[in-house]
């Protein structure tokens, strides 16, 4: 008994196994090699052809199987996976947007995933994202789990880490020094004669890095009120109201206090004004990130700006570099931050 014949596919419907590479040759007039050339290797085919195939691709709507050309080792995905605490917080869009778009001057296009300050959620997305063999790894900060390590190394796909500094990269590194932020923050209230000091930290290990760094810079300047330890609180509005009237309250109260990001710098200064708590005569408030609206606030927020953009931009030429074989100058970027002195602690 002779088989069936399958029907060839028609312009706006698929057949039950899909559109095919031998779908849109046919359309095309051309071979499935040259369809996989257009989509791989456009520049070795005539203009005039590969206009002809990428109408094919249009008419018929192919997506090739991205998954299928990952099974042979010497393709590339042109996919590059990157992973962020949230995708919620503004301060981490700027590294996002920046990897995005030099990337894709180069034809990588970006996946991104989000840990949500979990390592046994960064665990599953990097098993979910080495099975599908991208084309480089973009990672948030240097703590990872010994799972995730021991998987990332044994991959072999180029990795960055970011927003971070180490000795010991897993690969390639982007970033700045968290410690170096909390005692430059620490040293800048103490030049200006707060003796007094607080700090509000959210509940991530990057924040808590600054926070002790912070404390322990107060104790080597022997600073009478050192605190004994952060006030960790959701990394919201709320939570800066909330840590802000917890310090209030202590014995001695606080007359300067560093806030892990401009968001809890902005509920600190809600809840100091609503306690009739003058900023910055009575309290200095310094925030972290430089968000936008933190220049526009009054009295405008201090904070500490980290260049974003080019964490982004060094991540997606660690890759691309790496596709193409260049080794870097140096395998860990330090971009520094700066410390943007604002009215809410001009005094």
Avoid at 17 to 45: E, F, K, M, Y
Avoid at 257 to 276: K, N, P, T, W, Y
Avoid at 315 to 320: K, Q
């Amino acid at each position: 008994m002779s088989r069936p014949k399958k029907a060839p596919a028609t312009p706006g419907r698929q057949s039950a196994s899909g559109v095919t590479v031998h779908d849109v040759a046919r359309l095309a007039g051309v071979s499935a090699i040259t369809v996989s050339r257009a989509l791989n290797s456009p520049d070795q085919l005539s203009q005039g052809t590969l206009e002809r195939v990428r109408a094919a691709i249009r008419e018929t709507g192919y997506v090739p199987n991205l998954l299928a050309r990952g099974l042979n080792a010497n393709t590339s995905s042109r996919l590059v996976a990157m992973v962020v605490p949230t995708i919620t917080g503004p301060i981490f869009s700027a590294s996002v947007q920046a990897l995005s778009r030099a990337l894709a001057r180069d034809n990588y296009q970006v996946m991104l995933g989000q840990t949500e300050y979990e390592d046994a959620r960064e665990d599953a997305l990097l098993d979910a994202i080495i099975g599908r063999r991208p084309d480089g790894i973009v990672l948030t900060g240097v703590m990872h789990s010994e799972h995730g390590r021991k998987r990332l190394i044994a991959s072999g796909i180029p990795v960055v880490e970011t927003w971070d500094l180490s000795d010991e990269p897993l690969d390639m590194l982007v970033g700045f020094s968290h410690e170096a932020v909390g005692r430059a923050v620490c040293d800048f209230f103490h030049a200006k004669g707060r003796r007094k000091l607080g700090i509000l930290a959210a509940r991530d290990v990057r924040a808590f890095r600054r926070g002790r760094a912070f404390i322990e810079r107060a104790r080597e300047l022997g600073l009478p009120n050192v605190p004994e330890s952060l006030v960790q609180m959701p990394g919201t509005l709320a939570g800066g109201r909330e840590g802000l009237a917890r310090l209030l309250r202590e014995p001695g109260g606080v007359d300067a206090v560093f806030c892990s990001s401009d968001m809890l710098g902005l509920g600190a200064l809600i809840e100091a004004q609503v306690q009739g708590v003058p900023v910055p005569e009575d309290l200095a408030l310094v925030g972290f990130g430089d968000l936008d609206f933190a220049a526009s606030l009054t009295p405008a927020l201090s904070t500490v700006r980290i260049d974003a953009q080019a964490i982004g931009g060094q991540a997606a030429r660690f890759i691309i570099d790496r596709g193409r074989g260049i080794a870097p100058p140096s395998r860990v970027v330090d971009v520094g931050f700066t410390l943007v002195e604002r009215a809410s602690s001009a005094v």
